[in-house]
């Protein structure tokens, strides 16, 4: 089946810095991609869908600034949040789509920001 | 609006006995519903899917998913649960851009 990865699986960074995370479709290219956001034993919240060379449409309530996205080709969408802080610790989870219905989703990031 | 409803928070069985895990769906049009399964500090995994055709989906795992179009309901079901099945379901529908709109999830304890 179709296997995304994400990379770092967890990271730990101090408050103000930067983070990037990076989602990757391994063997099929994702004319889509979509990042959730997760807090501890809830669903999964939709923060932006990305579509290979265009900007990503970002969710009511996501800020753009704060959570860049970048789809730069059809296997690789990376999500930076910029100046980190506490409240943004949560568990970062990808998804890719081909053509087809189905999303293929990435195991997931855990951030802290100390 | 597309959304899917899981009306339970938790759900206890007994290893061996039937698993159902409820879902209820609101949609405009044909929906496209969705069963996945999250084991801790991991991605989801896909289950099932129903798109059109018979109403009975088999799935991975033993899964299996019967879609009512009366009563707008998908149920996830497994006749014998084992212990390796307890984790977090979530039912999803297809929203508009292709997205996917997930009901809160279930956690489900099976109890050796």
């Known amino acids: 089946g179709a296997v995304v990865s994400q990379h770092p699986s967890r990271v730990i960074c101090k408050s103000g810095t930067s983070v990037k995370i990076e989602c990757r479709s391994l063997?099929?290219?994702?004319?889509?991609m979509f990042w959730y956001r997760q807090f501890p034993k809830q669903s999964l919240m939709l923060m932006a869908t990305?579509?290979?060379?265009?900007?990503?449409?970002?969710e009511q309530g996501v800020e753009k600034d704060k959570f860049l996205i970048n789809h730069a080709s059809l296997t690789l969408s990376t999500l930076t949040v910029t100046s980190a802080h506490p409240e943004d610790s949560s568990f970062y989870i990808c998804?890719?789509?081909?053509?087809?219905?189905?999303?293929?989703f990435g195991p997931g990031t855990r951030l802290t920001v100390l | 609006a597309q959304s899917v409803a899981q009306p339970e928070d938790q759900v206890n069985v007994a290893e061996g006995n039937p698993l159902t895990v409820k879902c209820t769906y609101s949609?405009?049009?044909?929906?496209?519903l969705f069963w996945y399964v999250q084991y801790p500090n991991r991605g989801l995994q896909f289950l099932l899917k129903y798109i059109t055709g018979d109403n009975l989906v088999k799935g991975s795992y033993g899964f299996e998913a019967e879609f009512n179009k009366s009563q707008t309901s998908f149920h996830l079901k497994k006749p014998s649960a084992l212990v390796s099945d307890s984790a977090l379901y979530f039912c999803a529908v297809r929203a508009p851009g292709n997205r996917l709109a997930f009901g809160k999830g279930n956690q489900v304890v099976v109890i050796p």
């Open positions: 949609v405009s049009g044909n929906p496209y």
């Open positions: 998804s890719a789509r081909d053509n087809g219905s189905e999303q293929f």
């Open positions: 990305s579509n290979e060379g265009s900007k990503a449409t970002y």
């Open positions: 063997d099929f290219q994702a004319t889509t």
